[in-house]
């Protein structure tokens, strides 16, 4: 039996797809979409440069995923001397963090993704100077 809440929520859930202009039929594929969270079979191999100023550095990406799995590692390239801390968050979600990384390490990672992916990526080097933190990322979605 439905429930009072139930009821509720599947009513203003059926508003929102409404206003925005989605039928029942995209709406179902959109579910289904979420719940079997597809395997694209893409692959991202990407090297990427972030500016450390006073050991710190950041960056972020805002992408659509439609609730995508993405898995893959990350490797530090240089600068060779010193330790990293890695931090990667989706809004609140945290997707990575970890600390002492070295040049070298492969660090491995899995996350599902929202609809959209939000992420901010955060790098603390031990040293505390200036650099470039090089890396490379490999992903398969």
Do not use: Q
Not at 87 to 103: H, I, P
Not at 104 to 130: I, P, Q, R
């Amino acid at each position: 039996m439905e429930t009072k809440l139930e009821r509720l929520t599947e009513s203003v859930s059926n508003d929102i797809l409404s206003r925005a202009g989605i039928s029942d039929e995209t709406a179902e594929k959109l579910k289904r979409l979420y719940e079997e969270a597809p395997e694209l079979r893409g692959t991202v191999d990407e090297d990427i440069k972030v500016k450390i100023t006073s050991g710190r550095g950041s960056g972020e990406v805002d992408k659509t995923t439609c609730w995508v799995t993405i898995k893959g590692n990350f490797e530090i390239k240089e600068p060779g001397n010193g330790t990293w801390t890695i931090t990667a968050k989706d809004g609140a979600k945290t997707v990575f963090n970890r600390s002492g990384l070295k040049k070298g390490e492969k660090v491995d990672f899995s996350y599902k993704t929202d609809f959209k992916l939000n992420l901010k990526v955060e790098a603390v080097w031990s040293e505390g100077g200036d650099t470039t933190l090089e890396a490379h990322i490999h992903a398969t979605y």
